[in-house]
Every structure is written in C-alpha cells, then in structure tokens.
C-alpha cells in the first residue's frame, strides 16, 4: 500500500470533463448505491444478517476486482507494482476508510435502518471539514451553505418518512426496528458519528493521494485491498466467518452479491468523479 516514484503515483493531468459526464456519475453514484441500500437493509433487517466483518471483506473483494478491470479497460498507465512510500498517509486513509464501513453497518444492530441512513446523509458535512482541516482547502460560502442545506434536506426527508410509517404502523418490532432500549439506541448514533468522522478523515485525506496514483481506480484498489485484510485479520480472530456460513441461504447469498456488486459499482462511480470533479 506505498507509493513509488514512478508512473504509479505520478500526478496525471487530465482534461476537464463535461457536465454531462458529471451528471452521467452522479446519477450512477445514486441509483446503485441506492440499490446497494436496500439489498443491505434486507440482509441486516429481514435476514437478520448482521456479520460487519464478512459485509466489509465481501465488498471490498468486489470493488477491487471492479477496479483492477477498470484500470485495464480505462486507465492508459500499468499498474505493476504497489504504490510504495507515504506509508502513513495510506494507513490513516485505509484505517479510517475501513472503520467509516465497519461502524456504519455495526450501528444497524441499535438504529432504526432509517435513522442510520438519515444520519449518513449528513456525510458531506465531515467530509467538507475533513479537507479544510486535513488539506486546507476552504470551499466559498455558498458552497458550505448548499452542503448543510443539502444534508438537511435529505436527513429531514428520511426521518419524516419514518416517522409517518410508524404513524400508518403500529408501533412493533418488524425486523427494521432492532430490539433494545435508550441505551442501545444511544450506542448506535455513537457509532454513526464516529463512522460520519472517518468519513471525513478518508475523504479529506484520500482528496490529494488520487491525484497522485496512475489512475482513480488504482486508489480504490489499493484502499479497498487494504480495507479487505483489515477485516480478513479480524475475521481470523472469532467465529463470525463461520457463523455467518451456518446461517447463509441461496437467498442470502443471492442479495449478498447484488450487494456487493452495486456497492462497487457506485464506489467506481465514486472514485472516478473524485478524480475529474473533487470529494464534494
């Protein structure tokens, strides 16, 4: 996961990009994360999959390869070797990206699953703080204000549909409402807010090494990589891997790769706006 002085990380210029191929991404990043959102609500909220680890390897698999196959396809400089050098920028960006994951699917075993996405809405705001504190970057006014107003609009959304369903419902626990009381609900707005800010770490710091690899996707292959064998050692360390194969279906499996699949998918739709339009 280190740089090398050549054509790895060698800053590439690359020609503006039209608007239309930013609403192209954009549009890409919305309907397959989205996708990737309800295939992981039915996994932790009706299949009771609740296996962290084994959702972060499982992803992070798939957007590597996706990567690797981008890179051929799109990217007009080898990738040889591994990126050597800045090790510790590397372990700051692949720890937090890693922990950004981790804790947001953790929070699911406390949080309502609307809660937990109306929270994670608010991601643009640490991400926006993450650069000013961690490149200096400062956005206009307008900018910072669009963010917030943004955030809030799509977090307000979320809670008031949430809400007008437990109106037209009565109140039950029917698989999106994880059992447990003040306590646990406390615990898991603990760990959207610590995963809110990695958000903002990895963004922040990931914003200036993608200007420095060959190519966007060899940055989410290595960021992705790394994210894999984090989650591989913990796995080695207790029973989930195994009690998530006792309890896995052909179901399970089914929405476990659409998962996978469309998390990738819109994390290459990610990676590659970074690259031609910036984090935010």
């Not at 698989?175 to 646990?184: E, W």
């Not at 903002?200 to 790394?226: D, I, K, P």
């Not at 029973?239 to 896995?248: F, W």
């Amino acid at each position: 996961l280190m740089m090398s002085d050549g054509d790895m990380c060698r800053p590439k210029t690359t020609t503006p990009s039209p608007p239309r191929k930013h609403v192209v991404l954009s549009v890409g990043v919305l309907v397959f994360f989205g996708l990737s959102s309800l295939t992981q609500e039915r996994l932790t909220s009706r299949h009771k999959f609740n296996f962290e680890k084994v959702l972060v390897v499982t992803q992070s698999l798939a957007a590597v390869a996706l990567a690797e196959v981008a890179h051929v396809r799109w990217a007009r400089v080898p990738s040889s070797r591994l990126p050597r050098g800045r090790l510790k920028e590397w372990c700051v960006v692949v720890g937090a990206y890693f922990a950004s994951h981790y804790l947001g699917l953790a929070s699911l075993r406390h949080l309502p699953y609307p809660t937990h996405v109306a929270l994670k809405s608010c991601k643009a705001i640490p991400v926006a703080l993450g650069e000013r504190f961690l490149t200096n970057r400062r956005y206009s006014p307008a900018k910072n204000l669009a963010v917030v107003a943004m955030s809030a609009g799509v977090a307000l959304f979320f809670l008031s549909s949430s809400s007008s369903s437990s109106h037209r419902n009565p109140p039950q626990n029917d698989g999106k409402r994880p059992a447990g009381g003040a306590s646990s609900y406390v615990f898991g707005l603990v760990l959207v807010s610590l995963a809110l800010v990695a958000d903002g770490v990895y963004a922040g710091t990931q914003s200036f090494l993608v200007h420095r690899c060959a190519s966007e996707f060899v940055l989410m292959s290595r960021m992705n990589l790394g994210q894999a064998v984090l989650a591989l050692a913990l796995l080695a360390k207790d029973r989930e891997l195994r009690e998530a194969l006792d309890v896995a279906t052909p179901v399970i499996l089914r929405d476990l790769v659409l998962f996978a699949l469309c998390k990738a998918l819109g994390t290459l739709c990610v990676y590659r706006l970074l690259r031609e339009a910036g984090t935010l």
